[in-house]
């Protein structure tokens, strides 16, 4: 009896408490505290999507079996696409298919553009394709074989024949955005039409080496196989992307998925509407970036000024009729800076098609200003990579350079023959490199070495020679060529002075 005295006590002091404390804030003139309300986006996305999915559209890419097989073949050769993104590719990959009509090239997604029917998407989601099946939300299907691409971006437009008015989406401006913004990627995952998931901005202008020309916003918004060509969008309801791949151990999602830049589609859109082709500047040229500020340096570059190498100026290209050489240092393009290899071929693409431009480079460290009219960019630049030197069979009479941790031999005209140079050059073939030793970095075997700082190199003894004669600590500067034509300067150094 006692316990429940004490427990009723405590009860009632508690609430006369309360009161008390309700009493002088209504006294004082208070309100009670509210929590701060919650911004709708936060709790739902309901909105956007409503306005959102209506444009968005699944692609299903038919193809005959010749068109099959061609598909097969790239993608099982094209060595552009890195390992770890091969995997998601798999899924756009041709059926077996035992009829002559058409078959089942791949399945992705897109969105509409453009009310009378224009629809964005990816190359790869309608590569080889002699027709598509377009299915919008509402059910309605369409088949056209109305299809441009440009798979230098990995972009493709396909046109709906109709009357009516569909619904449509509107490119945002993809610069705006920043890391850490929300956005939705919406499309058909496996087949699940209609498929929204969420995330943030995770990157900005990342390149991966699977198209020639890119700008990739990274999303942790799940996208998998069936997503691509879907739209990637703000909480504004525009699009800043156009899904396109995802970085994937096993194929599935596992946070790292890639989004075209909207700004980079808009220009490729906009060309593909007008001419069904994408035209683009042409110079003519194979480059090495100078990041290597020692390397830049020795090049003629000044502090904080910035260049690319030529290494190669193909023979006919614009670049050459316009006077520019191998070893010169482009430095801008109608005074358009050029920091590195992305910028000048972005800054040359974009330039105006039989006009001439004022190039700067810098030769033997000299500025020189060159007229170079700029062509239009032949259709295969890109398809292919250079290969590295075939490395030759160890050679009897190599010469030690223990210096660099090399090994070489002279260019004789059966060593030549066997790894590709032309005839009349001249110089020490790299014929081993040993690990960790000074150039282990910059040399491979079968490169050709043609120049120590300024003194030529004929054979393996002079280039042993004129390494003896030089300072490795100061860093040698190494003429070099591959057996495909291309020349390049490599910087070798050492901070040990029993190197000298």
Do not use: C
Request: proline content about 6%.
């Amino acid at each position: 009896m006692m316990k429940r005295l004490s427990v009723a006590v405590v009860l009632v002091l508690s609430g006369a408490l309360l009161g008390t404390v309700a009493t002088r804030s209504f006294l004082q003139g208070q309100q009670p505290l509210t929590p701060p309300a919650t911004p709708k986006e936060l709790t739902s996305y309901r909105d956007i999507v409503k306005g959102v999915l209506p444009a968005v559209v699944s692609i299903e890419s038919k193809g005959k079996p010749a068109a099959r097989e061609r598909r097969r073949g790239r993608s099982q050769l094209d060595p552009r696409i890195p390992e770890e993104f091969r995997r998601f590719f798999e899924d756009f990959q041709p059926q077996q298919d035992s009829e002559d009509g058409p078959g089942r090239l791949g399945f992705g997604s897109g969105f509409l553009v453009d009310p009378k029917g224009v629809i964005l998407t990816n190359n790869h989601v309608v590569d080889g394709a002699d027709e598509v099946t377009v299915e919008l939300q509402d059910g309605r299907k369409f088949t056209t074989k109305n299809i441009k691409t440009d798979s230098k971006t990995d972009l493709a437009l396909v046109r709906l024949d109709t009357k009516d008015n569909l619904p449509y989406l509107e490119l945002g401006d993809s610069d705006r955005m920043d890391i850490g913004d929300r956005v939705l990627a919406i499309g058909a995952p496996f087949g699940l039409v209609g498929s929204v998931t969420h995330g943030i901005v995770s990157g900005k202008g990342r390149s991966l080496r699977m198209n020639m020309y890119e700008d990739f916003l990274q999303t942790d918004a799940a996208i998998n196989p069936g997503n691509s060509g879907g739209p990637l969008i703000s909480l504004e309801g525009k699009v800043i992307g156009i899904n396109s791949a995802i970085k994937t151990r096993n194929g599935g999602f596992q946070g790292v998925g890639l989004a075209i830049s909207s700004n980079l589609a808009k220009d490729v859109m906009q060309q593909l509407l007008k001419n069904g082709v994408v035209k683009r500047g042409y110079l003519g040229v194979q480059i090495k970036d100078l990041s290597e500020p020692a390397l830049a340096e020795r090049l003629g570059l000044k502090k904080g000024e910035q260049g690319v190498l030529v290494t190669r100026a193909f023979e006919g290209a614009p670049a050459v009729k316009g006077g520019v050489k191998e070893g010169d240092v482009i430095t801008s393009i109608n005074s358009v800076a050029i920091h590195d290899g992305r910028d000048l071929q972005w800054v040359v693409a974009r330039l105006p098609l039989g006009k001439p431009v004022k190039v700067r480079v810098l030769r033997d460290g000299k500025p020189t200003l060159l007229d170079v009219v700029i062509e239009e960019q032949p259709e295969n630049l890109g398809s292919s990579r250079v290969p590295l030197p075939k490395a030759p069979e160890r050679e009897p009479e190599s010469v030690g350079i223990s210096k660099l941790g090399i090994e070489a031999a002279d260019l004789t005209a059966d060593l030549a023959e066997r790894l590709g140079y032309g005839e009349k050059l001249k110089g020490a073939v790299v014929t081993s490199v040993k690990r960790d030793s000074p150039a282990a970095s910059d040399l491979v075997p079968g490169l050709l070495i043609t120049k120590v700082d300024a003194t030529p190199v004929r054979s393996a003894n002079a280039l042993r020679s004129a390494v003896e004669a030089a300072s490795l600590s100061k860093g040698l500067l190494l003429k070099v060529q591959s057996p495909q034509g291309g020349m390049s300067f490599v910087l070798v150094k050492s901070e040990s002075s029993r190197d000298e």
